[in-house]
């Protein structure tokens, strides 16, 4: 049997050159048994748009089902919203702000207090300066006494023994 004419209809549908009836004649041509083994590639291409007409997917009532669901009005309930809820992301702020500054605050004292009493002890005496800078204060203190000519008064003039 010569196929010339499913082929060349074949070569039309590629470059989409077919009309609707000649689609047709070969969806009737391959929707038959006895198809060519060289054209039997393209058997299930033409047979797939028959078979999934024929096949149901959903039910009758599935367009009833969604439409009644659609239609069906859902309750809109108005919430009232107080001043109080309103403004309690800005009491919270306020709340972070003051702990902030209160902590910040506590913390200072003790260092402000330290650097008042530089040698001041846990238990509120004060112990005595030692080291290089009571000694540079000290001779620092004398020296520009005895550019004045004065005498400290704890300090005994240095006698020179012969």
């Known amino acids: ?3 010339k004419y499913i082929e060349q209809l ?3 549908y590629w470059a989409c050159e077919t009309t609707l009836q000649e689609e047709e004649i070969l969806r009737t041509f391959f929707s038959q048994e006895d198809v060519p083994a060289d054209l039997q590639k393209y058997r299930a291409l033409f047979v797939y748009a028959q078979q ?3 096949q149901k997917v959903l039910g009758d009532d599935f ?3 969604i439409l009644s669901m659609i239609d069906e009005p859902t309750p809109v309930k108005a919430r009232t919203i107080k001043m109080r809820q309103r403004l309690m992301p800005l009491f919270k702020a306020a709340a972070v702000v003051a702990i902030i500054l209160t902590l910040s605050n506590a913390l200072q004292v003790p260092f402000m207090q330290n650097n008042d009493n530089i040698g001041a002890s846990y238990d509120g005496t004060e112990q005595l ?3 290089t800078s009571v000694a540079i204060g000290d001779s620092a203190t004398i020296d520009s006494m005895q550019q004045s000519n004065i005498t400290p008064a704890d300090v005994q003039p240095a006698t020179i023994i012969k």
């Open 1 to 3: 049997m010569d196929y």
């Open 10 to 12: 074949l070569e039309r």
């Open 52 to 54: 999934e007409a024929t």
């Open 63 to 65: 367009d009833e089902k």
């Open 129 to 131: 300066q030692q080291g």
